[in-house]
């Protein structure tokens, strides 16, 4: 089954201990997104990848470090999580530009 | 960042309505995409649109492309109580999505 695969699903951690969420798809598509749902304020994109070894920043990229060392997988790290970072993320991934992405079904985050 | 208006935020609607929401934009994108999300998961793709003007279907659901390329529209026809949840629109310009906050529809048995 296609499908993105997101883990953990939920993760409360305190502010400044380094965690990293998973994403993982298995349909070969070339390009991964991260993106943050906040309340009142909806999707907004974090990174995103074109290829292999290919990131660049999307619209609220502050405080998230990624990486694309294979093309399955687009870990999203925080090196110094604080409160501000409590979200709900999402993964996604599409075949290349202009394919429409499909998503992970979420981590939700809480910072203390 | 770029800015998606949709409307309307929410909406309440009897079983067997008809439902529209839309999108506008001041940026022209190259793909228009509707997703809808329900509790406790991720956004799934319903409809996606990739030519200005194009008009699309997906059972009970028909989208639209604004001609001017900055806008688009869903229409849900005939509403049923598993239509519930958050409906986004996307813009995607190449390697870039930009959604709009959602449409939360509640529909009334």
């Known amino acids: 089954e296609a499908q993105v695969t997101q883990n953990p699903r939920y993760l409360i951690t305190v502010t400044g201990k380094k965690l990293t969420v998973t994403c993982s798809q298995n349909?070969?598509?070339?390009?991964m997104s991260w993106y943050r749902q906040d309340p009142g304020l909806g999707l907004r994109q974090i990174y995103y990848s074109m290829n292999v070894e290919v990131t660049d920043k999307g619209d609220v990229p502050e405080g998230y470090k990624v990486s694309r060392k294979e093309k399955r997988n687009f870990p999203l790290i925080l090196e110094s999580p604080s409160p501000n970072q409590t979200s709900l993320y999402f993964c996604?991934?599409?075949?290349?530009?202009?394919?429409?992405?499909?998503f992970g079904d979420g981590t939700r985050l809480s910072i203390l | 960042g770029q800015q998606l208006n949709q409307s309307p935020q929410s909406m309440f609607i009897q079983e067997g309505e008809d439902v529209s929401m839309n999108c506008t934009s001041s940026?022209?994108?190259?793909?228009w995409l509707w997703y809808k999300q329900d509790p406790g998961e991720g956004p799934v793709l319903l409809i996606a649109?990739?030519?200005?003007?194009e008009l699309t279907s997906n059972g009970r659901l028909t989208a639209q492309f604004g001609i001017t390329r900055k806008d688009s529209f869903l229409n849900i026809s005939a509403s049923i109580p598993s239509d519930v949840g958050i409906y986004f629109c996307a813009g995607q310009r190449s390697y870039q999505l930009t959604f709009g906050k959602g449409t939360k529809l509640s529909v009334i048995p």
């Open positions: 649109l990739y030519k200005a003007g």
């Open positions: 349909m070969n598509h070339e390009y």
């Open positions: 940026s022209i994108f190259n793909t």
């Open positions: 996604a991934s599409s075949l290349g530009p202009g394919q429409p992405q499909h």
